[in-house]
């Protein structure tokens, strides 16, 4: 259900188009608002994030075939494993005391933030640890900077570290999929930093619902750069319907399953 070279993305085709129809989409990309954006993306100003996000007035909730898609399936899994939800949340706690549930602030469709729900993998004062690794360790912080992510992050519990490599640890995100804020099917949800990397492709990810799985979810995940990752988000964008979204999800599976890229 959560990257190396410098290889060209030409062949990955370029971004959809915006339709015209879609007002909120098209003044979210227009070069005013996607600067705010990028602003916004390149510093830590909470105030200014927050204006961001208040600015977005929205989609109105779509009952399509893929929402109620969303909606059945969500469900069904929820039920299903509820059993399972009970036990990892009962290990967390015994593992590690605290919140078993830890949610943090997206980038979901035009812009709009939410919060992205994942079982707590890390331990409770994992900002405080990342704060001193990165001051303390130029070359983490430089492969921070690059990927927002860590090969060996000490900041994760050893708990922790078999959920990430099961995805186990975003089984919570059903529930962001039961509310809307996600889908089943989309570009893997990023922080506001993380949009820098995307440049004038951004809309490509700005245009989609964040997704539970997605194409580069079964394509290599942490083994490939994020520049191939930013293409294959533009791929998606440029091709995605419902058959392409259930082959992904087919393919899932067996890429959980082989833990292919996990981290």
């Not at 709009?112 to 303390?136: P, T």
């Not at 995100?173 to 820098?196: C, H, K, W």
């Not at 990810?205 to 290599?220: A, D, N």
Request: glycine share 6%.
């Amino acid at each position: 259900m959560s990257r190396k070279g410098s290889e060209g993305d030409e062949a990955y085709g370029s971004c959809i188009a915006v339709s015209s129809s879609s007002a909120a989409e098209a003044a979210l990309i227009s070069k005013p608002r996607f600067e705010a954006v990028r602003s916004a993306a390149g510093t830590a100003d909470t105030a200014v994030r927050s204006r961001l996000v208040t600015a977005q007035s929205g989609d109105p909730p779509r009952f399509g075939l893929c929402r109620i898609r969303d909606i059945v399936c969500a469900l069904a899994l929820i039920i299903a494993l509820l059993p399972v939800f009970v036990v990892l949340i009962a290990v967390i706690l015994i593992n590690d005391p605290g919140p078993p549930i830890f949610a943090h602030q997206r980038v979901g469709k035009n812009g709009r933030a939410f919060k992205c729900f994942k079982l707590r993998s890390m331990y409770c004062d994992a900002q405080e640890r990342l704060v001193v690794l990165l001051a303390n360790n130029p070359q983490m912080r430089r492969e921070w900077e690059a990927m927002h992510k860590l090969a060996e992050d000490p900041r994760v519990t050893p708990l922790g570290d078999f959920l990430r490599r099961t995805s186990l640890d975003e089984l919570p995100q059903l529930f962001n999929v039961l509310m809307g804020s996600m889908t089943l099917v989309g570009p893997r949800p990023i922080v506001y930093d993380e949009l820098r990397h995307y440049g004038r492709h951004a809309s490509c990810y700005l245009t989609s619902k964040p997704g539970l799985t997605g194409l580069w979810q079964v394509t290599g995940r942490s083994e490939v750069s994020y520049r191939r990752r930013v293409a294959t988000d533009r791929l998606y964008a440029r091709r995605k319907s419902f058959k392409l979204d259930l082959r992904i999800l087919l393919a899932t599976v067996p890429a959980v399953l082989a833990r292919k890229g996990a981290c």
